[in-house]
């Protein structure tokens, strides 16, 4: 009798819900969200601090008007700020949730079971992500249907843009952590990063304002490529030529493409190579 009834038990326990990487990641994600809401200071600056910078953009990119009169000042304010809220969103509030959860042992407890090491980054990432995409999805909609924008030239494009632009800042985030001690040092360690990613992608200042040395250095940075995918995918030209058409899209895109793989890459590599996970002592 008692055995069979530990057969029943066992087999119902093995007919029970099995351990996925879909049900990890998304179970990483319910807990790293609960903790975000609870953050305050990370929600002000996921949510209030972009919107101020894009009134400030807004002005920044009348004043470039004036003297470049062929700016199309309404896409660009659109583009630029959701590049913005993205870099916010995803690539500084997640290096901090990484120092964060270094620093209360939670990355160590985490790798411990059965989480692999890929899905606990990822994990920690998805509330980043999704608020990011979020925001991002209702500047550019909003932004298209109230500016009276032209719909995407390539949205095949523009995901793929959107991707390496995610990909990118993830990895970018994991490396920043690893020179970040402490959550309150992440707004210095990280200012390198967003610096490049708004003055140097073409965000604040498009690239066809800039001296044609300057935008051919800015055109090599590491975020660049991927923002100007989405340009591309969008409106159909980088700026530096004349907008094409879907399948001219491709061939305009195709040296970002490359170039935006290598620093994924590079970026993925220095996260492996360099990321903690846990405390220096």
Known sequence: MTTAATATVGSAAATGPQSTAVRRLLALGRAEATLLLR??????????LPLFLVVTLRGTLAQQAESNPGLDVDSLLVYGSVGMMLSFVVYYNLTAAYVGRRGELVLKRLRTG???????????????????????????????????????VNPLLMLVGLVLVLATMIALAALSSAFTRTVESAGITTLPV???????SGLFFPLETMPAQLADICRLLPTTPAFQLI???WFGTDGSAAATGFAGSWGAAAP?????????GLAVWGAVRYFRWEPRR
């Open 39 to 48: 953050n305050r200071t990370a929600m002000f600056t996921a949510l209030l």
């Open 231 to 233: 340009r591309v995918g």
């Open 114 to 152: 059965e989480a692999r090491d890929i899905e606990i980054l990822l994990g920690t990432a998805v509330p980043s992500l999704a608020l990011g995409l979020l925001m991002a999805a209702v500047i550019g909609i909003g932004g298209t249907v109230g500016l009276h924008l032209s719909v995407p």
């Open 194 to 200: 967003m610096l490049v990613i708004q003055l140097g």
């Open 256 to 264: 970002h493409l490359v170039t935006g793989a290598i620093w994924l």
